[in-house]
């Protein structure tokens, strides 16, 4: 079993970065995919970033804005927020599964963190 724990939202004003943090444990997560997702109130759960062995992938909304990496040393994947605008605001969520492939959709992961909320302000 892997356990995922994220941190760093908060509040920021538009513009503004933040960064999040995902602490995996329980088993190593090096040949892991784990990916970033995001849930908005009142909309379906979205795929933002994912980092395998295979490379990155990121949603159309953040490219240029944001960067998925990884400590395999601190078992921790991040997500660097940068230019954040009001339509970022919403629940992020850390992922995992087992591969090597770079997996984009909600229902191909298997572990889940309980989330973090990110607030932008206008």
């Known amino acids: 079993q892997v356990q995922l724990v994220e941190s760093g939202g908060g509040l920021v004003q538009a513009g503004g970065s933040l960064r999040l943090s995902c602490a995996a444990s329980?088993?190593?997560?090096?040949?892991?995919?784990m990916g970033w997702f995001r849930q908005a109130p009142g909309k379906e759960r979205e795929f933002v970033a994912a980092?395998?062995?295979?490379?990155?992938d990121y949603a159309d909304s953040v490219k240029g804005r944001f960067t998925i990496s990884r400590d395999n040393a601190k078992n921790t994947v991040y997500l660097q927020m940068n230019s954040l605008k009001p339509e970022d605001t919403a629940v992020y969520y850390c992922?995992?599964?087992?591969?090597?492939?770079?997996?984009?959709?909600?229902?191909?992961?298997?572990?889940w963190g309980q989330g973090t909320q990110v607030t932008v302000s206008s």
């Open positions: 992922a995992a599964r087992q591969g090597l492939g770079v997996w984009v959709g909600v229902y191909e992961y298997d572990y």
């Open positions: 329980g088993r190593s997560v090096s040949n892991y995919n």
């Open positions: 980092i395998s062995w295979a490379g990155t």
